[in-house]
């Protein structure tokens, strides 16, 4: 996705991890089998930011998450160390199975819009450019699993 604006519904089980990250087709995603995150493991930035390309653009966003469990966000440019991480935002809250969460990506505003079962929470993210892919993070413990189903959605009426 690298204009215009994109709206994905993404069923929640468990408390996965939900957002957008800067495409790295190059990637060699197979080399990573143990636990792997685009935010907070910062030995992996410089795999990452080997990937950029001329139309990642400007923005310092090279990938925001919704942390389900508690409705915070997570982002980080892959350059500084200082990542925001538990970040609380205007209109944040949890989320539990069952819920769909869904996310507004409007490139040509540069904002990323939650929504909860149909319910505009707010505006998680501004300043966006550039190309982004939808990811969704799982973890697995010993007590829970979960799941995410993902489908597009149709644009709201108005956001």
């Not at 939900?18 to 992996?44: C, K, T």
């Not at 990937?51 to 998450?65: F, G, K, N, P």
């Not at 970040?87 to 069952?98: D, I, P």
Request: net charge negative; hydrophobic share 35%.
């Amino acid at each position: 996705m690298s204009s215009g604006a994109h709206y994905a519904e993404f069923l929640i089980t468990g408390n996965p991890y939900i957002g957008i990250v800067r495409p790295m087709p190059g990637l060699n995603a197979g080399a990573y089998q143990e636990e792997f995150s685009f935010i907070g493991d910062e030995d992996l930035y410089p795999d990452f930011l080997a990937q950029r390309t001329d139309d990642w653009d400007d923005s310092e966003v090279d990938a925001c998450e919704l942390k389900c469990d508690d409705g915070t966000m997570n982002f980080t440019d892959w350059v500084e160390v200082d990542d925001q991480v538990n970040y609380q935002w205007e209109g944040m809250e949890s989320c539990r199975s069952g819920d769909t969460v869904s996310m507004l990506l409007n490139l040509d505003e540069g904002t990323l819009t939650v929504y909860k079962n149909s319910r505009r929470l707010g505006v998680m993210m501004d300043g966006l450019s550039g190309p982004y892919c939808w990811y969704v993070s799982l973890y697995k413990s010993q007590a829970v699993t979960g799941a995410v189903s993902i489908k597009r959605g149709a644009l709201p009426d108005s956001d």
